[in-house]
């Protein structure tokens, strides 16, 4: 089985083609919406006043494992461990187990 464990696993994981198509699909069967903000009833753009390209644009996200990648190499490709967050959700996401001393640590993580 694959391990992602060091920067460079994980690099090489978040940069293959087989990731790539798969977050776009995540991003796409969440409705490239933040599920995250969704859940907490949070409505960040207003959608009458945007087109859909230009609400995309507006919110970075990023496609989260919910079980992380690290300890569940298993699951890095299951779509029922993956969904769409927002990159504010996503640092608290992380953050939560870190405390506030590193708020980037995750910045170049799984946006690639
Ligand atoms: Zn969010
Ligand atoms: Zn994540």
């Known amino acids: 089985m694959k391990e992602y464990k060091t920067k460079e696993q994980k690099r090489k ?23 995250e903000c969704k859940r907490n009833g949070f409505v960040r753009i207003d959608t009458n006043e ?3 390209s230009a609400r995309r644009k507006k919110i970075q996200l990023v496609v989260h494992h919910i079980k992380e990648l ?9 779509e029922d461990n ?4 927002c990159v504010d959700c996503h640092n608290k996401e992380h953050g ?10 995750w910045q170049h993580d799984e946006k690639w």
């Open 82 to 85: 993956l969904e769409t967050v």
């Open 70 to 78: 690290e300890h569940h190499p298993e699951l890095a490709l299951d």
């Open 50 to 52: 945007y087109s859909e």
């Open 13 to 35: 994981f978040y940069d293959s083609g087989e990731w790539k198509q798969l977050r776009s699909k995540i991003k796409k069967r969440d409705n490239y919406e933040c599920q």
């Open 96 to 105: 939560r187990d870190f405390g506030k001393k590193q708020p980037n640590k």
